[in-house]
């Protein structure tokens, strides 16, 4: 979780996200310069629909270029076939 969080506050840096001095996530004393907590809440959602848009490219090159099955799909996220087809069939 740490390394997810750091990696978001990187991306939050990078995109000049407005800063503040908050106490570090997990410690009781002592002020950080960082993004705003709220800041960073919704770019964490943003970035993960981003990467759920990119599982489904993904997917869907693995079915043209090698043949993956829906269930193949399924099993690698450990859900039905039903399921995987749900979540990340291409939507026009």
Partial sequence: MVAARDALSDIAREL????G???????????????????????AVRVSQALELVAAEEIERARQLEGTTWEEVGEAFGVSMQSAYSRFRQRS
């Fill in 16 to 19: 000049g996200t407005p800063r």
């Fill in 21 to 43: 001095r908050y106490p570090a996530p997990g410690r009781s004393t002592g002020l950080t310069t960082q993004p705003r907590p709220l800041d960073l809440a919704v770019l």
